[in-house]
């Protein structure tokens, strides 16, 4: 039973009572012990929610930096009090003190009436709570998720590492082709590579027959040994691990493993994500055990129409840092479509644990269901922006309406969107690294897909704008074209850097103003969703050449130097008619022919469209390349502009 001094059970006729359930935001402070010195002297002595917030208060000074010389948290002088509660009826955002920043922040969740834990509450081990209740997860979600896709028996990977019994030290790369595996369970492993895998850690064509013998653990990173061991635990006979899996050093072998990626990920029983670790040094674990015997919650009982209820309240941040977007894995390009396709996965996150399936999603300190804000971006296939869902992974080209395919549309826009924010160790990987979602996609998107573009989408593809980290947060470094040739320049993958669109839909109006002819692109291999060597697109449009003039009321050109405006003749004289951005600061220049693409918006609609100069490979006048986007007035359009046809490469 919880033991509670009288000040915090006193907080069960204010702060968690009937009445406190109906005030969505209040300010009035509760009163708690007179100083930091009595909350720690009730907490030693036993009082679970003492410990709680002198735990909120403690973490809140490690955030700001208020902490001595000897790293040790200051605590703030004065009396405790519970400044603010907001939240629905079944949850609480509790601040220690007088406002949202005050000395530390609680979070309260009520329990289901039949909730019951996965782990024994004696154990006081973190990541032996994270596994039992991600072996529940699995469970519930097999059982009982009907919208949950479940795996492919005709499906194997080519290769799985058999993870053997608990307690040895050594496990085995098989080839699965002609094997007649009665157990096809496998895991899939979501990591962040870093700069210090270990040879041990990697599969080459010279150590394949090695590995098929066996692999110590002492040869691989503590991520892969952590991943094998909780594989162990939840009783699933193989893992799938990229760099043990695929051969490093044959291209043959990437490209054909990257291409069957989506059935990989799709067809796991469950993905662990690595996703507190920046490299394979850090494990797969939540960081932080060690640091605390349990990470601190407390069941805060309380009385409500007549029956006793429960709050689960645990220490919180005021920083944000529970958000699993802020976790390292999420940074990374790869990882973006493994999270996306995987129909189950357990994030072993900075200090809790974080689940997602196609109908639940949970936390180890919130297990039943987790608020959308901790969890972070929704992903594609559950649900989209709208709160839609996208046809499953495993069904095959269904009957969409035009809104429907319209809302597809938008989703693959706003997944370019967040991947093009992420990082790549090799540019060269900007398409085979979405080119797993990219085949989900192609399932119900009708025509061809070309360097990260759908063909059925027109011109609503051309119109992405590189965003700047002067003017966008989320963005953390400026555009450049790579070394290496990735994309033709109509393609986002032409760029390293962050882009988006900036219109919705299906919610803005828009027409068309140009007709794509074709778009086409080789392939620099046999898989049409990987890199490519060349493309190119024939459009018909009204074309006119502008002057790219910077000016202080250029968009962004104050903060960001690839905004500029555009100028050109309106009725013979000089106006200025609209603005540019250029993809990349270095091919900003004077004169540019803009394309007028489409006309969006109501009822004051815009025209976008893209700026384009003369390509420097080819003699003739009407090959381009793309160099930014466009958006003008109407009337810089309503000349006598004939149509003209032009090829962008």
């Known amino acids: 039973m919880t033991s509670l001094c009288p000040c915090c059970i006193s907080l069960q006729g204010t702060v968690f009572s009937e009445a406190a359930q109906q005030i969505a935001y209040n300010m009035t402070p509760s009163p708690h012990q007179s100083s930091c010195a009595k909350l720690i002297e009730s907490a030693v002595q036993g009082c679970a929610l003492c410990q709680l917030i002198l735990d909120a208060i403690s973490r809140q000074c490690r955030e700001s930096g208020d902490l001595d010389a000897d790293g040790k948290p200051v605590y703030p002088i004065g009396e405790i009090e519970i ?34 834990d996965a782990w024994n509450h004696e154990e006081r081990d973190i990541n032996y709570a994270a596994i039992a209740m991600v072996k529940e997860w699995v469970q519930g979600c097999y059982e009982d998720h009907s919208d949950c896709s479940q795996p492919d028996n005709k499906f194997i990977p080519t290769r799985l590492i058999d993870v053997g019994n608990d307690g040895t030290d050594e496990v085995r790369l098989i080839t699965t082709a002609g094997l007649d595996l009665k157990d096809r369970r496998y895991i899939a492993l979501s990591h962040c590579w870093g700069l210090n895998m270990p040879d041990g850690a990697k599969t080459l064509i010279e150590t394949l027959n090695d590995h098929i013998e066996g692999i110590s653990l002492t040869g691989l990173t503590r991520t892969f040994v ?18 043990l899996c695929i051969l490093q050093n044959s291209g043959e072998d990437w490209e054909a493993e990257a291409a069957q990626m989506a059935d990989v990920y ?20 939540v960081p932080n055990a060690g640091k605390e015997a349990f990470w601190p919650y407390v069941d805060f009982p309380i009385w409500g129409n007549r029956e006793q209820e429960c709050y689960r309240v645990f220490s919180w941040s005021n920083e944000g840092t529970q958000n699993l977007e802020n976790d390292a894995l999420q940074t990374r390009g790869w990882t973006l479509q493994e999270r996306e396709l995987s129909p189950r996965i357990a994030h072993f996150s900075r200090d809790t644990v974080k689940w997602e399936c196609r109908t639940l999603r949970a ?14 971006q929704k992903r594609v296939f559950d649900t989209d ?20 395919n319209l809302r597809a549309a938008a989703e693959w826009l ?33 025509g061809g897909y070309y360097a990260g573009h759908f063909e059925s989408l027109g011109v609503m593809n051309l119109l992405w704008a590189v965003d700047s980290p002067h003017n966008d947060k989320s963005v953390s470094r400026s555009s450049c074209r790579p070394h290496d040739y990735t994309a033709p320049s109509w393609s986002w993958a032409s760029v390293m850097g962050a882009v988006s669109w900036s219109w919705y839909l299906p919610h803005e109006k828009i027409e068309t103003m140009t007709a794509v002819k074709s778009m086409v692109t080789e392939p620099a291999g ?9 493309g190119s697109i024939q459009i018909t449009g009204k074309l006119r050449k502008l002057r790219a003039k910077r000016t202080e009321e250029a968009h962004g050109s104050v903060m960001n130097p690839a905004g500029l405006a555009l100028f050109g003749k309106i009725r013979d004289k000089e106006s200025k008619v609209g603005f540019i951005t250029f993809d990349v600061v270095d091919e900003v220049c004077e004169s540019v022919y803009c394309l007028a693409c489409a006309r969006i918006g109501f009822p004051w ?36 502009l004939p149509m003209t046809e032009l090829v962008v490469v």
């Open 414 to 446: 706003r997944l370019v969107k967040l991947y093009t924010r992420r990082n790549l160790t090799k540019q060269s990987d900007i398409l085979p690294a979405i080119s797993g979602v990219a085949r989900i996609f192609a399932k119900f998107t009708p």
């Open 226 to 243: 952590d991943a094998i061991a909780i594989t162990r635990k939840l009783q699933i006979p193989f893992i799938w691990i990229d760099s």
């Open 385 to 404: 922006s709208l709160g839609h869902k996208l046809p499953g992974l495993t069904k095959g080209i269904p009957h969409m309406s035009s809104e429907e």
């Open 363 to 376: 936390s180890l300190n919130f297990p039943w269901q987790e608020s959308p804000a901790i969890i972070g």
């Open 605 to 640: 609609p815009q025209v976008y469209g893209i700026a384009l100069v003369p390509s420097d490979k080819y003699s003739s006048d009407l090959i381009f390349k793309r160099v930014g986007r466009i958006r003008t007035a109407e009337r810089t359009w309503q000349e006598d």
């Open 83 to 116: 400044g603010g509660v907001v939240g629905s009826a079944d949850q609480r955002w509790i601040w220690v003190g007088h406002s949202p920043n005050a000395s530390g922040a609680l979070r309260a969740v009520k329990i289901p009436r039949d909730w019951k």
């Open 266 to 285: 799709s067809n796991a029983s469950v993905t662990l994500a690595a996703s507190a670790s920046s490299d394979g040094s850090q494990g797969c674990c």
């Open 526 to 534: 046999r898989d049409s969703f990987g890199q490519v060597k060349d």
